[in-house]
C-alpha cells in the first residue's frame, strides 16, 4: 500500500514536471525525472521538514545541488505544501519566484541557490557541522549530479566530511550516467565510482533509484556508519517515463515538439488540451 | 596587522558564541592562544579555498557567522564562484579575512601578491570591503566586520605593519579619515602604503606644496563625499594603491569624481599599472621597484599638481 501510495506520487510529480516545463517554454526536463522517485520518497517518507514552519532551526536540511532539475524541486515542493501548486504555472514568466534555478531568496524550502554545479555539497557541509557543533540531530542531505561530480569542489568536500566524521550528512548521486553533451564515460568518466567514494571515507550504498521500496529502505537507514558520511550511489535513466528521451543525450535541454508532445502525454497519462 | 586582527577575533568570539573560525592551513602560533581557548569554534579546513568558503556559507545558513582566513589571493581568486554565488548571491554572513595584500610578502613572487583582490571583490553586489592601514584600524574594522549584517571583505597586511593611529582613534565605518589637511593636491589612498604616502606628503611640504591625504579604508561602500570634498577642495587627486590601477581604488574614485563633479580636476591613478608586481626582495624594496616608493609618490603628486596650475 505505502509503495503504491509513493508511486502514484511520483507519476504525479513527472506529470508536473513535464507540464510546467513545457508551458513555461523552457527547462531541463531529461534530468528532471531521473530524479523523481528520489525527491518523492524524500519527501514523503524521510525529511522531517514542515511546510507551516520552514525555518524550524531543528528541520531536516536538503539541498538539490544540481540545481537545473529546479522543476523537479519546485513540483515536489509543491506537492509537500511549501508552496501553492497554482504558483506552478508561473513558470517562465515574467515575475515568477520560479527561476530556472531554485533561488533560496525567494522560495520556503530551498535551503541553498544552486545552480552553478559543485557548490551544494560544501554548503550542505556546514549545515552538517553547524548542528555537530550545537549538538542538534538534524540530517542533511545532497543531492548531487553525477556529471557535477567532474567539478573540483565536489573532491575537496568529500575529503572534507570524513575527516570530521559528518555522520549526519547523506549524499545521493543522480547516476543516470549522461551529461549535457555526450555518456559521461565518452567525456570524463567517474568509474569506479563508488570505489572512490568508499577510498575517501564514506559508507557507500548503491540502489535503483527508481524502485521507491528500495530506496525509502536505503534511506531510512542513515547513518550507514557511525562517524563517517553515507552516500548512497542511485542508478537512474536520464529521461525516465518518457521513451523517447530515456537515456539520450540531446535531451538535456530539450522541448518536444508536437509530434514528441503526443508520445509523451500519452506515456505520462497526461490528457493533452 | 594581522596579530592586532586575532587579537579583535579573540575577544569578538569570547563576546558572541555564533562566531566561528576557518582558516585554510596558514596561521600557525598566530592562533594558537584561540584554539586553546575556542577549539570547538576553530576548523583548519586545509588547502581547499573553495570547500571552506562553501562550508562557511552553509554555516552562515545555521546562525553561525564565520571568519574565513587564509592568503588573499587564494580566498579571493580560488574561491571567487564560492563568495559570489554561495556569499553573495545569498547574502550569507560570513566574514572573508585576506591577508598578504599588495606585496607585503616581499619574497615570495606574484602567486602570493594580492594585488588583484579589491578589483574582483568590488565587482560583487553586496559585498563590504575594508583595507585598514595599521593595526589599531585593523582592530576597529573587524568589530565593526563582526557587528554588520553580509558579506565583509577584510583585506590585511601581515605582521610588522607601522602604526599611524594612535591609541585614542576610533574606527568609523565607511568614512575616509583626513590624515593630514592640505590645499594643493589630495592624494587618496589605502591600506598598507599609506605610511609611503604620508612620507610623501611631508616630502612635498617641505618643497612648498600642501597635500590633503585621505585615508579610504572602507573602499566599498565608499566615502563619496570625502572625495567629492577633497577634488572640489584641491581640483588635483592622485589616488595610490599597492594593487593594479584596473577595478581598484584609484577606479573607484575616478567612478565617484566622474559622476559626481561639475569642473575639472586633474586625475590620476597610481599602483601596478597593469602587470604584476615585479621581482623579489624587502618590502621597501619592493615598493621602490615596482614605482611604489614616496619618492615615486612624490613625482606624480607634482606633476598632477602643475598640470592643474596650468588649467587654471
Redesign the interface.
Known sequence: MRNEELQNKARQLRQTIFKVICEGQGGHIAGCMSVVEILTVLYHRILRVDPKNPEE?NRDRFILSKGHASVAWYAILAQKGFIDEDELATYGQGGTRLGGHPD??KLPGV???T??LG?G???????????K??GKNYHTYVLLGDGECQE??VW??A??APQ?KLDNLTVIIDYNKLQALDRLDKIVGLEPLVDKWESFGWEVCEVNGHDVAELEETLSAVPFAANKPSLIVAHTVKGKGISFMENVPIWHYRLPNDEEMKIACEQLQIELK | MRNAFVEALYDISGKDQRV?TLVGDNGAIVFDRYRESYP??F?N??I?E??M????????????I?FTYTIANFLTQRAF??IR??IC???MNVKLVGIGVGFVYSDLGPTHHGTEDIALMRALPGMTIISPADPVEAQGATWAAASMEGPVYLRLATSRTPRIYGDDYEFEFGRGVVLREGGDVTIISTGNILPEVIKAAEQLERGGISVRVVNIHTIKPIDEEIILESAQKTRAVLAVEEHTISGGLGSAVAEVILEGQNEAIQFQRMGLPGVFANGYGAYDEMKDMNGLGWQDICRQAKSLYEKKLQLV
Do not use: T, W, Y
Open positions: 532551526p533560496k531568496l535551503e541553498a541557490s545552480g552553478a557548490h555539497l560544501a554548503f550542505g557541509m556546514g549545515m552538517a557541522v553547524a548542528g557543533m550545537d573540483g569542489s575537496e568536500a575529503m572534507f570530521h | 566561528v570547538e569554534r576548523i579546513c586545509g581547499a573553495a570547500n568558503i562553501g562550508v562557511a556559507a552553509g554555516m552562515a545558513a545555521c546562525g553561525k564565520p564562484e564560492q554565488n554561495d548571491l545569498q547574502k
